[in-house]
């Protein structure tokens, strides 16, 4: 191996091999090295080395557990690997297998299986033999079918089948109790059974860019997600279940559908922090969304929304509000209670006129506001001491409140496209001390 290495330009030939840390199994390990421990390898990487082929020596490794081969050109598996009886995770992502060999299954002790990036069709129904299995990941493949008897892995954690060529699943698939992360987005599978409701363990469902027009109502008994991704598909309503999904708390997105409305039951999202609903039709929102106030993000933008509700400005920790590309005229008063908020992306909508208290935002960082249609700014701008990136462009302004020049941190004042009959004298105070201004 170390010839090998030697090479291949991936070890040079004064240097010892290089020492992985005892933690470091995944991505951010270094790409060649290895830990001892008693005088036995027990993990070795041999990532990004060039390697089409493996030295039968690595067989002598018996006490290995964990194997990283990521990226490689391994277009085959010699049969001498299942004497290392001892290995518990075993990564071969993005090399150029074509198939698994059956006796992947003798792998008893096995706990992690990657196998993303490779051009597979099929896999093997031995996989259901690695009744020890937690985690197994088959991503950006072309696999047009997965085996019936995966249902066998009673103790499968995560399942991730992103970006292949699934048109359907095996129903044992809902059979898999435990289950916790399922990820089968970027598939064709155009819907979801009511069986989907079985998996009750689900902390983690992706199961965007499917083509998914509806989704079954059992969806409500996924009470245990906490991250939820439905995004890119072509759902116009959600399910009246949909808010009995209470345990949603990290991220909820919904972006690149065809929905017109959020139902009420949102509100029922009390310690969700991250909701996207982009680039979608909706022309209101339910009153029911300030009682999600533990949102920190809020992103909105690409819809039709022609008001917000004022109960917005009960999410006092929110610290990120994108509306733009929308039809709004105004912003409710309440939006200026939002004092956590550290940015405001209002562009391209019709708005005429701020909150007269915009500036008790005072944690305000980027405030953009293109492409809208106001004349001018209220007092309280100046009182926004935080504000760093300031655009105005392409609005109807003829006038600004001279204290923007003493906005302490401001980096950017983008005032082009408007109707200034002249640059105001103070904006060379703030291109003194470094502050970019484009007029």
Known sequence: LRRMLEQRGRLRSDAPFPELMRKSTESALAEVGAWVKDRSVVKLAIRHAGLSTLPPSLSRLSGLKHLDLTGNGLDGLPPWLTDLVELESLFLDRNALRDVPDWIGNFDRLRELHIDGNPLSSLPSTLSRLRRLEVLSVCTARLSSIPEELSRLKRLRLFRLRANTLTTVPSSLWQLPGLEVLDI???????????????????????????????????????????????????????????????????????????????????????????????????????????????????????????????????????????????????????????????????????????????RLQNLAVLDLRNNRLRSLPASTVQLQNLRFLDLRANDLMVLPDGIATLPRLEKLDLRWNKLRAAPRWTQALEARGCTVLI
Request: hydrophobic letters at 40%; charged letters at 20%; zero cysteines.
């Open 185 to 359: 987005g970027e598939n064709p599978l155009a819907a979801l059974p009511d069986a989907i409701g079985k998996l009750t363990e689900l902390r983690e469902l992706y199961v965007h860019s499917m083509g998914l027009s509806v989704l079954p109502n059992s969806f409500g008994e996924l009470r245990s997600l906490h991250t939820l991704d439905l995004g890119h598909n072509e759902l116009v309503s959600l399910p009246e279940s949909f808010g009995a999904l209470t345990g949603l708390r990290s991220y909820l997105y919904l972006s690149n559908n065809r929905l017109t409305a959020l139902p009420d039951s949102i509100g029922n999202f009390v310690e969700l922090r991250y909701l996207n609903a982009t680039h979608n039709r909706l022309v209101s929102l339910p009153a029911a969304i300030g009682r999600m106030r533990s949102l920190r993000e809020l992103r909105l933008y690409h819809n039709r929304l022609r008001l917000l509700p004022s109960s917005l400005g009960e999410l006092v920790q929110l610290q990120e509000l994108h509306v733009s590309h929308n039809e709004l005229s105004f912003l409710p008063q309440s939006l200026t209670g939002l004092t956590e908020l550290h940015e405001l992306r209002l562009s391209d909508n019709a708005i005429t006129v701020l909150p007269e208290s915009v500036g």
